[in-house]
């Protein structure tokens, strides 16, 4: 049996070890991400997270570890910004309001599929233009839901949060622990 992630996010390779443990093999997925016509954040989230686990090379034994992070503004899907003027629009919404980070986690071994959707609540502050430039800036948005990382210099946008810090970044730890152990990868083991 080997512990394949799925997964191009060093985020995701970081959050696995820190509940100890390091994949056989890491494979990302290359799967179509565009939204369907109507398609809720939630249910989208999940399905990718699912398509992404159904599209990594495995064993019938082998154990793939996927996962997909949504950021949701009521029923608007805030994706990867494709550009600075993106991430200016996305960062310029969420201020001064809440808005839902979703990390749907998708294990798969064979045929079978354990998943999980951790939905996070998370509240930024109204930003300046000072603030908007400085961050745009960092490049700190780029490759991330929603045009911010909860982990960086955006903490400073966060007054208030609910849920899961961890599936904020991109993998929930605790949930992600629980579809593996479900999935028979030993965890806890004395090296
Ligand atoms: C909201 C938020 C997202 N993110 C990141 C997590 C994910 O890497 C990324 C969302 O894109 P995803 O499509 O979930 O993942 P990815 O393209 O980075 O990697 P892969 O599909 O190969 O697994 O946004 C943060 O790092 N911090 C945050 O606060």
Not at 96 to 107: D, F, K, L, N, P
Not at 151 to 160: D, E, N, R, S
Request: glycine share 10%; aromatic share 6%.
């Amino acid at each position: 049996m080997k512990l394949i992630l799925g997964s191009a996010s060093p985020r995701r390779k970081d959050l696995l070890a820190q509940i100890g443990l390091v994949p056989d093999a890491i494979l990302p997925p290359d799967i179509d991400e565009d939204p369907r016509r109507g398609e809720l954040p939630r249910p989208y989230c999940a399905r990718i997270a699912q398509e992404k686990a159904f599209a990594v090379p495995a064993g019938p034994e082998d154990v793939v570890l996927c996962a997909d992070t949504t950021v949701a503004l009521g029923r608007r899907i805030l994706g990867k910004p494709a550009s600075a003027a993106e991430a200016a629009k996305f960062l310029v919404l969420l201020g001064g309001r809440r808005h839902e980070v979703i990390t749907s986690v998708a294990v798969r071994k064979g045929e079978r599929l354990w998943t999980r959707d951790v939905v996070s609540v998370v509240k930024f502050k109204r930003l300046s233009d000072d603030e908007l430039n400085f961050y745009l800036a960092s490049n700190e948005w780029q490759g991330k839901a929603g045009g911010y990382g909860i982990q960086g210099l955006a903490g400073a946008f966060v007054t208030w949060m609910q849920g899961s810090f961890t599936g904020v970044v991109g993998l929930p730890v605790a949930e992600t622990a629980q579809l593996l152990a479900a999935a028979g990868v030993p965890l806890w083991r004395q090296a």
